[in-house]
């Protein structure tokens, strides 16, 4: 007998993504920060940056230093440019050279990972290449192997890979991880090389859409940082106890020198003195600057709307679900 | 700039009409901007006699617009501020029936207030008293709070907002029943007290909004009282017929102005934030300071 199975039917009630203006919300996928990336995982990071890329990818690569796991990057570039590789880790700095020689980290050109003699796109070769890599990994003393790569220049450029071809790469890739309980992989896009409609078609072949890890997170609230609005994402409840993490967080994100947003869509509760806090931080910016707030949930803009955004110079109401809004950014 | 405001103490709709449309029409010949703040049936009155010449009246009915002290003042101020720089001519027509006693001290109050919320405008507002329909105390209270009597020549009756709110808060009792739930408040994150008045809220039957906004005045109390008050800090919860209260109490001293947290501040970043938007959020907000120590008393109906 079976185990009742969640995903089943149509009254799975997991959390739905986050609305962050690119994906559409399609409540199958999961949203998961890269520290808990796990084996089975066929994960996704369209990233606006290199600032997301790199603290994405990085955590991931050198999780999988520290933890005893193959990383397998596919790419042309050296391998001490990669991503989370120019910091120490432990306190050690990252010897590539060894790491390469002992077989944990393998950097794999596009040409001998997925390009035919020809040097054309061969989309059954990723998987090939994952495949081969996995089954020599357990013998080699790994625990698990994390394969990452950029799809970005298979989609811009000449010689540019039709979409068709790349995703059925990418079925091939995720039928090759999913069933597995030592893969993992991270199919990244910059998402300025590509369509809105080409990323959603080959966000669609993953089952995790991966991000930063959370700056924060108590379990009560949780602060995220965003790259495209530049800013945070607030989940949870902001109260007293919380509010020099955010101070914190906010003064760090506003050294950007970009005007940044707040995704307030799952902030479920703000003490007085957020608002305050808010305010504050509004005012230390330029006269003609806002600090912006998107998707605001009902709970948090009644009691805006009570106090009256008067009261709240230099916040403005962004994106929002409800009519009638403007979104004030960029 | 200072503030207008009088009250006129008249009989039946005639009587309201020969006072209210010269007020009316003053303010429109001044260009100034008109709002009318009526019951029925004076409201509909007023449009009929105006007429053509009340195209840019604001008629506003006082059912909808006085329901809650501390919003109506809030709203009042929102329409002077949108005005400036042009000055408010405003009619304005309490609604004294349908409240318990305990309400009417604080409709009461309000009127007391307007004279300390508008102070620094040139606001002119003349509050209209029916005196075949209004009991004798709330006539009374009338002359206690407006400066000027329409009709009446001087005033002496009037009395300082502060003192009068004083005088208010002289008449408050604070029973609280023995079989108050106490809730002791250690630890400066409140995610669980939040929690426990949320459920205290559902078992009262508080709608959806009315229970969120009760968890945010209760929260702001609680921290005020962990930021400034003495230890032990505690929340009180009992329910008193219809009505849920939470009471926050700490073992400090605070000597809080009569006015304390009525006054509407210029912003978030203003002394007192915290103090109105607890009033705003709840229907009855009490303080009380003693012996025993300082106490917020938040009162919400079902």
Request: net charge negative; proline share 5%.
């Amino acid at each position: 007998m079976g185990f009742p199975n969640p995903g089943g039917g149509v009254g799975w009630t997991g959390p739905a993504p986050t609305p962050d203006g690119h994906s559409m919300d399609a409540p199958w996928f999961a949203k998961r920060p890269v520290s808990d990336v796990r084996p089975g995982d066929h994960g996704w990071l369209a990233y606006a940056g290199a600032e997301e890329r790199d603290r994405v990818i990085g955590t991931f690569v050198r999780e999988g230093l520290r933890h005893n796991e193959k990383v397998v990057y596919v790419t042309d570039a050296p391998a001490d440019g990669l991503p989370g590789l120019d910091r120490p880790l432990d306190g050690h700095r990252i010897d590539v050279g060894a790491y390469t020689r002992i077989g944990q980290l393998r950097v794999i050109s596009r040409a001998d990972a997925c390009l035919d003699r020809r040097g054309a796109f061969e989309p059954a070769m990723l998987a090939d290449t994952l495949g081969r890599e996995l089954g020599g990994a357990f013998a080699e003393g790994f625990r698990a192997v994390r394969l990452t790569t950029d799809h970005s220049w298979a989609l811009s450029g000449p010689g540019r890979a039709d979409l068709a071809q790349m995703l059925g790469c990418e079925h091939r890739v995720g039928d090759t991880v999913a069933p597995s309980t030592m893969a993992m992989a991270i199919c990244q896009v910059d998402r300025r090389t590509c369509s809105g409609a080409e990323l959603l078609a080959l966000r669609d072949t993953h089952e995790v859409l991966i991000e930063v890890d959370p700056e924060f997170d108590d379990g009560v609230l949780r602060i995220v940082r965003t790259f495209e609005p530049h800013g945070l994402r607030l989940e949870g409840e902001l109260d007293g106890a919380r509010h020099t993490v955010l101070a914190e967080r906010l003064a760090a994100v506003n050294r950007a020198g970009r005007r940044v947003h707040l995704d307030v869509a799952r902030l479920r509760f703000i003490d007085l003195g957020g608002l305050n806090l808010l305010a504050q931080h509004a005012l230390a910016l330029p006269a003609d600057e806002a600090l912006v707030l998107d998707h605001l949930a009902p709970d948090v803009e009644n009691v805006i709307e009570m106090v009256g955004w008067r009261r709240l110079p230099g916040l403005v109401r962004g994106a929002g679900a409800a009519g009638g809004t403007e979104d004030l950014g960029r | 700039m200072t503030l207008d405001h009088a009250a006129c103490l008249y009989g039946g709709t005639d009587d309201f009409l020969t006072v209210a449309v010269p007020f009316l029409r003053a303010g429109l010949e001044r260009e100034e901007v008109v709002v009318a703040v009526a019951e029925e049936p004076n409201l509909g009155a007023l449009r009929d006699v105006l007429g053509p010449d009340g195209g840019t009246v604001a008629f506003i009915d006082s059912a909808g617009f006085y329901r809650h002290p501390i919003h109506t003042l809030r709203d009042y101020q929102a329409i002077a501020k949108e005005s400036a720089p042009r000055r408010v001519c405003a009619l304005a027509e309490p609604v004294w029936s349908g409240w318990t006693e305990r309400q009417t001290l604080e409709w009461i109050r309000y009127e007391s207030l307007i004279n300390v919320v508008f102070a620094d405008t040139d606001a002119q507002a003349m509050c209209m008293y029916d005196t075949g329909r209004l009991p004798e105390d709330i006539l009374f209270a009338a002359r206690r709070t407006h400066p000027g009597l329409v009709r009446e020549g001087a005033n002496n009756a009037y009395v300082d907002p502060e003192v009068f709110a004083a005088g208010c808060d002289r008449r408050l009792t604070f029973d609280r029943p023995g079989h108050a739930e106490y809730t002791a408040i250690e630890s400066a994150d409140l995610h669980r007290l939040r929690a426990f008045v949320a459920g205290r809220a559902e078992r009262h039957g508080l709608g959806r909004q009315a229970a969120r906004n009760l968890v945010t005045a209760v929260n702001e109390a609680a921290a005020n009282a962990l930021r400034h008050g003495a230890p032990p800090v505690g929340l009180w919860t009992w329910r008193d017929g219809d009505t849920l209260v939470c009471e926050v109490g700490d073992h400090g001293y605070w000597r809080a102005g009569p006015l304390t947290g009525f006054v509407p501040p210029a912003s978030a970043l203003h002394r007192g934030f915290g103090l109105w938007t607890v009033r705003l959020l709840v229907d009855l907000v009490e303080l009380r300071s003693g012996w025993d120590g300082t106490f917020v008393r938040m009162h919400v109906h079902r």
